[in-house]
């Protein structure tokens, strides 16, 4: 059930209004039945999964919380080894198979295993293994009821491709919940809005740009014809993944749930350190918490702190995806971080010296998107090296795509600056109603495609 779809809409109309017409009481059960039905409308039997990883989880943290001693570290383990086990098979199996008969015996075609990838596997292991880890480092209260803790991992709008909720963060609303205010429900569809501007208008838009460049690039050569169509990649994933966040967001403040922001407008970063503060968050700050300070973090010389960044986006890499590319992908950016820091320090900068350095970062970010894109390791070699060839090309993008943006950049800039969501929300009656009606308008007059094109991070 995609969040582009009528069939979510008239979902979350239903839930929604079921919601606020039973009992307080009642209410709990209703979301962990839709968000239950939501999950089981994509694969059913995956449910059994999904049930027996919230069931560890919640009798681990209640063990870890009763016991002392080895016996709080044997459920701890039990809790990680279960998530990262069930998500090392279906995600890495194929490729640990693949890589390891391709070095054994490199000239036999590799057939690869029939696994179905469970949806939303990677968000929902993160956000139960964090839960497991604060209730043994007396972070955070063991949650007593089961159905609470299972509406903590299966609440349907951030189910699929999060953003990663920690546990704090659900319970602080859930047991001192309020119904939202006027504001917050306007916030919420406003949110919910631009989540489908970005997705319906942008990221399909330039989908079909990077569709056709990636599919086939040995077809199309040039170092102009490369740049647009990785420019097209990284715009593409941007306007996807962080309008599903604005989706689910905005879906779970109509409920009265306050969900982490995941994206602060990256492409305006100076640096890729900043722009890892602002690109996915919530990703983000649990590979902080739970990879980077516990391999000891910059407590540690300078050398071991920057094997620690490397080693952490190497795993935030591979979580990614199944693929070599995913890895490299990682290093690139583990790398480029311990290079910044090593050269440039941790100072932000400030003034008209930020125009050159954004530039210069997100042409830094577009070379590492090719690796993250290309079907194959060969691809991203090829594509790279057009960028930096000597044969032009041709721009993959129209006038009027470019046109979309710089009126993008713009908005960005106005947002960055001036909060300009805030100050529409906080307009005048007829200013927030007639920009309402430009933005439905807007999403039926230029809809990129009109078949649902399913979220890139479906795929994670």
Known sequence: MLFTTLPFLAFLVTVLILF????????????????LFFY?????????????????????????????????????IVSVIANLGLLG???????????????????VPVQPLDI???????????????????????????????????????FFPQLVAGPIVRAR???????????????????????????????????????????????????????????????????QIFFDFSGYTDIAIGTALLFGFHFPEN???????????????????????????YVYIALGGNRRSGLRTYANLLLTMLLGGLWHGASWNFVIWGGYHGLALALERKL????????LIRIPLAILTFLIVCVGWVFFRAKTLASSLYVIGQMFSARR????????????????LAVALIEEYYEGLTRLILAPGWVRTVAFVLALWAIVLFRASDQAIPFVYFQF
């Open 20 to 35: 606020y017409a039973f009992p307080r009481p009642a209410r709990r059960y209703l979301l962990l039945a839709a968000s």
């Open 40 to 76: 089981a409308a994509w694969n059913a039997k995956y449910l059994v999964l999904l049930i027996g990883l919230i069931s560890i989880d919640y009798f681990a943290a209640r063990w870890i919380r009763h016991r002392q001693g080895w016996h709080r570290r044997m459920a701890l």
């Open 89 to 107: 098979w279906f995600k890495y199996a194929n490729l640990l198979r693949e890589t390891w008969l391709h070095l054994a015996h490199p000239s």
């Open 116 to 154: 179905l990838l469970p949806l939303g596997i990677s968000f929902h292991t993160f956000q139960s293994i964090s839960y497991v880890i604060d209730v043994y480092r007396g972070q955070q209260p063991v949650i007593t009821s089961y159905i609470d803790y299972a509406l903590f991992v299966a």
């Open 169 to 235: 963060e659900f319970f602080l609303d859930y047991f001192n919940w309020r119904p939202p205010t006027g504001e917050e429900w306007q916030r919420g569809i406003a949110t919910i809005l631009i989540g489908y501007l970005k997705k319906l208008i942008l990221a399909d838009q330039f989908a079909l740009v990077a569709d056709g460049y990636f599919n086939q690039p040995g077809t199309l050569p040039g170092f102009i014809t490369a740049w647009t169509g990785t420019i097209s990649f990284a715009l």
């Open 263 to 289: 994206f602060r407008r990256p492409y305006l970063a100076a640096s890729v350190t900043e722009f890892w503060r602002r690109w996915h968050l919530t990703l983000s700050g649990w590979l902080r918490d």
């Open 344 to 351: 440039l320090g941790r100072e932000e900068r400030t003034g």
């Open 393 to 408: 090309g041709h721009s993959l993008l129209t006038a009027m795509q470019w046109r979309i943006v710089f009126v993008v």
